[in-house]
């Protein structure tokens, strides 16, 4: 008769374990899709947050067509970039073929309003250099897509190390630079 009970008990006994056992994984399986599902919806705020913490978007490629026009991590649309309009240029050209002049209306995208501002205090200093490296021109490098690509590559150095920002050559012998001029954009640009 001892023996009945006993068993009773030792069926309750790993009926327990079983549902605990359940309860932790259901638990374990819950806690991963709230992870799966909300760290995408928080990548967005949070990359905002350590981008400005750790500024990784920083750093640009000058000279090649993807890092001129655009940030390396894409493009933040909580925190946009302000632009520097600066007056129009016209210069002289090399000659190749007869006098030619150019003519062009630049942007400077910078990172935020703040360093627009400071910006506007270098103005003079920028155009002399931007002056400088446009006359030294011939018109056929700034004839093709590729050529102007180049050109704002290389007025986005020139503008940083104006300001304190030297450039490097990367391993690819592309132009890096680091500096708060992320790209320089042509609102207009004649050559005749």
Do not use: C, W
């Not at 374990?28 to 990359?47: A, K, T, Y």
């Not at 947050?49 to 000058?62: A, C, E, K, P, S």
Request: proline letters at 7%; charged letters at 15%; zero cysteines.
């Amino acid at each position: 008769m001892a023996q009945p009970p006993a068993s009773t008990k030792t069926t309750d006994q790993t009926a327990q374990p079983k549902s605990y056992t359940t309860l932790v994984v259901m638990l374990i399986v819950l806690n991963l899709l709230l992870v799966i599902i909300g760290v995408p919806l928080m990548m967005g705020p949070l990359r905002h947050l350590v981008g400005d913490f750790l500024d990784l978007n920083h750093t640009q490629t000058v000279g090649a067509p993807a890092a001129v026009g655009a940030e390396p991590l894409g493009a933040d649309l909580f925190k946009p970039p302000a632009f520097v309009n600066l007056e129009a240029f016209t210069v002289n050209l090399q000659e190749e073929d007869g006098r030619r002049y150019l003519q062009a209306i630049l942007a400077l995208r910078v990172a935020d309003q703040k360093t627009a501002d400071a910006l506007v205090a270098f103005t003079p200093e920028i155009r002399h250099r931007i002056n400088l490296l446009l006359s030294g021109k011939a018109p056929s490098e700034v004839a093709t897509p590729e050529a102007r690509e180049a050109l704002a590559g290389e007025i986005a150095s020139a503008v940083n190390e104006t300001l304190g920002f030297p450039s490097s050559v990367g391993a690819q012998g592309q132009i890096i630079s680091r500096g708060p001029v992320r790209a320089v954009l042509f609102n207009s640009l004649l050559v005749q």
